[in-house]
């Protein structure tokens, strides 16, 4: 079974930096493309970032990119999310996910595996 445990959420100031990682149990990785969606109260999960099973491409959302980087490492099994210049409305549950197909996807409901979240919360 595929078990996705992120961490790397807290309290931050407006301006300031974070960064999540999501390890993901079981030894392939690597066959996994990963994505990294987020929640703010009272609204609809988004979709903030995607990145191809060699690390090789990337997706962004327009609200984050040029402020958050995703990356990944295939050999420890983990996924990153660092996040730049941050703002109150970035202030989310953050979710890793991952599928199977190679496609570069935005829609959170076609990543077969989620992880439980960790609070982000950007304070002005």
């Known amino acids: 079974q595929v078990q996705l445990v992120e961490s790397g959420g807290g309290l931050v100031l407006a301006g300031g930096s974070l960064r999540l990682s999501c390890a993901k149990s079981?030894?392939?990785?690597?066959?996994?493309?990963m994505g990294w969606f987020r929640q703010a109260p009272g609204k609809e999960r988004e979709f903030v970032a995607v990145?191809?099973?060699?690390?090789?491409?990337?997706d962004y959302a327009d609200s984050v990119k040029d402020r958050f980087t995703i990356s990944r490492d295939n050999a420890r099994n983990t996924v990153t999310l660092l996040m730049n210049s941050l703002k109150p409305e970035d202030t989310a549950v953050y979710y890793c996910?991952?599928?199977?197909?190679?496609?570069?996807?935005?829609?959170?409901?076609?990543?077969?595996?989620r992880g439980q979240g960790t609070q982000v919360t950007v304070s002005s």
């Open positions: 990145i191809s099973k060699s690390g090789g491409s990337t």
């Open positions: 079981g030894r392939t990785f690597s066959t996994y493309t």
């Open positions: 996910a991952a599928r199977t197909s190679a496609r570069l996807s935005r829609w959170y409901a076609e990543y077969e595996y």
